[in-house]
């Protein structure tokens, strides 16, 4: 209930919404996979040039740095070599040299010179001047060697600079010298003081070159891990140990020494470049970032396109669908059976399809594949419970004359009546199917413990199916019986597949329409056997055309005692069964379409021997006849072979005579008569063989362009005996004669008969009183002694 709720609300019950939330997804699960690899890909490089960037600040830094205290310790070296080196030391010149060098290098808050006592003596500005430094770190470090000391506040210059505006104390690095004499005893001291904010401002420029301005934090520890400086605008010196400072997981971080060129203690810092993880890595979240929204706006698009193509593509599906619902609709369905509204196309679609699946389009019953699938269930259950079951395959008697005279649509109208008919029997156990056409089957399980006593049921049954069929059923246009011919056969018997059973069936129903009709048979091995014989006999005239083929010529004799001609009747001379009557293969060869190779080596034979007549001064004025069958004439390849033969063989064409059957009316006769017209035109005469057998109607007779009429043999064996017989041949001379064609009698076997036929205005005869059909040297030796001599 709920289900069905949800489905009915839900926007994915149509397929082009599936389609488009299906395309969508897919669009965002791409963007994902795409970002992800494209982070994988860039992260790493962009982790590495953020390192790259902060190690490059960091060593620029330290090289400024080392380069400027470098320049500073050497300019002050230079300065105190200068000075010891002169022979009288001349303090005006000294402090003159001081003040030139402060003035280019603004770095130096101070120089100053101290004598070995450590008095200034001399000193820029000639602030100190007079003071005691020998307590300052600076001088005794001098005196040892030189010194580059850390940074420190201002101690004796405070007093002569100018404190700094932001109030912050001033702060100074020492660098010192000492003067050496020539045996290299150190006479003084020279030391520059550099303005500590030099510093910061080698730190703050590299920084803004690097465009870091905002985001790094440079730190400058001593040699004892104290902190000297701390770069950043809001920070102040950390309070967290050097080492702490350089592995906090929270920072990317680049260091590099700063080390002095001076031997004692000269400084060893660390330079620190650090900048925050999230902001070194700023980029790649950037990148993130760009990746989701393109993500975001591909699986829309995805979304967007699938809709539109969906629009196309589910087209086809949904229309399918309409198609199978209504069929759903419209097909026979039992009333009890509840019909299911599906709820999307492609349920509808999987329901249609399944009852197309198994079943019968037009009737609903069951189809062939499903029945042969129950069958074969049916057949393993039957075995092992010795229970034995049938198959009865119905077939309409005259659904094609139904069909042809008051249309398909009424043929439709009968089976789907035919059906809800049988459906009465589902009752009784029957499962139904239609297979095709106007068969129907029904099978029957559990019939009983013997194959007899099921069989016995199972005509019962057939009997009571071939009685529902027989009473009429009432179709739109009229009412109409559904006569049927039905075959029986047992299931769980000694057949084993469910295709044998339904063969057999089927064998059987073919036989009960040739016993009559409206008949029931039960199959029995036989009819098998004769299928198989059959088969086997199709086979070997296949292989006997035209080598097996043998002509024999029966005369054909005129009142006067002449021989008028001869007819040529074909036999199979078959390799096991020795000569087969034509009575026997011409109705297989017609079927199977063997006729027309025959028909053609038939006619070939007759011109033949047309030929070897016509040079033979006796026999040059014989005709020959020649059968030929409807299916043959009708080919309408029919007229060009006899002219081909004809052309080939060189026979004259006025000695040919072609005997027809009425059936060849069957077909379109303007045709055929346009044929025989065509045929006539070349010479060839026709005769209407079998003559008083047939349907054909006297008006068609007279459009026929015949020459000779044939009575049926039927109507002479009896003819002395048979007033009826009498009647007719007498009705079809006086026809013949009307008609202005000759009358010729066939089956003509005793003087009796061939004198009441004369008497009756019959002027032609063939049979056996004048010759039995023989092969064509006996044929020749019989006429020589009997008319040529
Ligand atoms: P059909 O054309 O009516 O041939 C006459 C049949 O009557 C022949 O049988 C012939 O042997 C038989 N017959 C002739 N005289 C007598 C008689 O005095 N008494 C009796 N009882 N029978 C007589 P056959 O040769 O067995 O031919 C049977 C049918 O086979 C023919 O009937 C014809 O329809 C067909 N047939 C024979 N040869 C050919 C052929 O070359 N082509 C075609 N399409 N059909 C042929
Ligand atoms: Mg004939
Ligand atoms: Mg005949």
């Known amino acids: 209930m709920i289900n069905r709720l949800l489905n009915r609300v839900s926007p994915f019950r149509s397929v082009r919404a599936r389609f488009s939330a299906v395309m969508g997804g897919s669009g965002i699960v791409l963007g994902l996979a795409l970002t992800m690899f494209m982070e994988w890909h860039l992260e790493e490089g962009l982790r590495g040039s953020a390192r790259d960037t902060l190690n490059a600040v960091a060593d620029e830094i330290a090289h400024e740095l080392n380069e400027d205290i470098n320049n500073r310790q050497r300019e002050v070296e230079l300065m105190a070599d200068m000075i010891a080196g002169r022979n009288a030391i001349d303090l005006q010149s000294i402090r003159k040299s001081m003040d030139e060098l402060q003035g280019r290098e603004s770095t130096y808050a101070w120089i100053g010179l101290a004598d070995a006592r450590g008095q200034v003596i001399a000193a820029s500005g000639g602030q100190l001047q007079g003071v005691d430094v020998s307590l300052r770190p600076w001088f005794a470090a001098g005196l040892r060697g030189g010194f580059v000391g850390d940074p420190h506040d201002a101690v004796l210059l405070a007093r002569y600079l100018a404190p700094r505006p932001d109030g912050e104390p001033l702060r100074f690095l020492d660098v010192a010298a000492p003067l050496l004499d020539k045996r290299g005893i150190a006479q003084g001291v020279l030391a520059g003081h550099l303005h500590w904010d030099w510093v910061r401002q080698v730190v703050s420029d590299t920084v803004a070159k690097r465009r870091k301005k905002n985001t790094v934090e440079v730190l400058i520890a001593n040699r004892k891990g104290e902190w000297l400086l701390s ?202 199917a239609r297979i095709g056409g106007d068969e129907f089957l029904v099978l029957l399980q559990d019939l009983g413990r013997s194959p007899g006593l099921a069989q016995e049921r199972a005509a019962a049954m057939a009997a009571t199916v071939l009685e529902l069929l027989a009473t009429p059923f009432a179709l739109e246009d009229g009412a109409c019986t559904g006569h049927s011919s039905i075959g029986v056969a047992v299931v769980g018997d000694d057949a084993t597949t469910a295709n044998e059973v339904l063969q057999g069936a089927e064998l059987a129903m073919l036989e009960a329409k040739k016993r009559g009709k409206g008949q029931v048979a039960m199959f029995d091995q036989s009819m098998r056997d004769a299928l198989h014989e059959r088969v086997q006999f199709e086979q070997d005239l296949k292989n006997a055309i035209p080598g097996q083929l043998v002509a024999f010529y029966q005369p054909q004799v005129h009142l006067s005692s002449n021989l008028q001609g001869a007819e040529l009747l074909v036999r199979w001379k078959h390799p096991v069964h020795g000569m087969v009557s034509p009575a026997r293969f011409i109705p297989l060869a017609e079927e199977t379409g063997l006729i027309l190779p025959l028909g053609r080596w038939v006619l070939e034979t007759a011109c033949r021997t047309l030929c070897e007549w016509a040079a033979h001064p006796v026999r040059s004025h014989l005709v020959l006849a020649v059968n030929v069958s409807a299916r043959e004439f009708s080919d309408p390849g029919y007229l060009q072979g006899v002219r081909s033969v004809l052309n080939a063989t060189g026979a004259n064409p006025q000695r040919l005579k072609l005997e027809l059957t009425e059936s060849v009316l069957a077909k379109d006769v303007d045709e055929m008569v346009d044929k025989m017209q065509a045929l006539k035109a070349l010479g060839i005469s026709f005769s209407l063989d079998d003559f008083g057998t047939g349907f054909s109607s006297l008006g068609y007779l007279k459009r026929m362009p015949l020459d000779q009429l044939k009575i049926d043999q039927s109507f002479v064996c009896e003819l002395a005996t048979n007033a009826n017989d009498a009647s007719i041949v007498r009705a079809v001379v006086a026809l013949g004669q009307g008609l202005g064609l000759q009358v010729i009698a066939e089956g003509v076997e005793t003087l009796e008969q061939r004198n009441l036929l004369a008497r009756y205005g019959c002027t032609c005869y063939q049979g056996y009183l004048y010759g039995r059909p023989a092969p064509i040297q006996e044929f020749e030796a019989t006429i020589e002694r009997a008319w040529e001599r």
């Open 231 to 432: 770069f950043n605008r809001h920070t102040k010196l950390p309070g967290a140990s050097l080492q702490a400072v350089q592995s906090d997981a929270a920072y990317l971080v680049a260091t590099q020494k700063v080390v002095a060129a001076v031997p004692a203690d000269g400084l060893g810092w660390t330079v620190v470049v650090r900048e925050s993880i999230d902001s070194a890595h700023a980029p790649i979240y950037h990148m993130r970032k760009l990746m989701l929204a393109a993500t975001t706006v591909l699986a829309a698009l995805f979304a967007l396109l699938s809709w539109l193509v969906a629009g196309r593509v589910v087209r086809p599906i949904v229309e399918l669908a309409d198609a199978a619902r209504s069929h759903a609709r419209d097909a026979a369905q039992s009333p009890e059976q509840p019909r299911k509204r599906a709820v999307d196309e492609t349920l509808v679609l999987g329901a249609a399809m399944d009852q197309l699946a198994h079943h019968d389009r037009l009737t609903g019953l069951f189809n062939r594949s499903e029945l042969l699938a129950r069958l074969q269930q049916a057949i393993e259950q039957a075995r092992p419970r010795r229970s034995f079951g049938a198959l009865l395959l119905a077939n309409l008697d005259n659904f094609t004359v139904l069909n042809n005279t008051r249309g398909h649509e009424a043929g439709d109208q009968l089976l789907v009546a035919v059906a809800a008919r049988l459906r009465q029997l589902e009752d009784e156990g029957a499962v139904l």
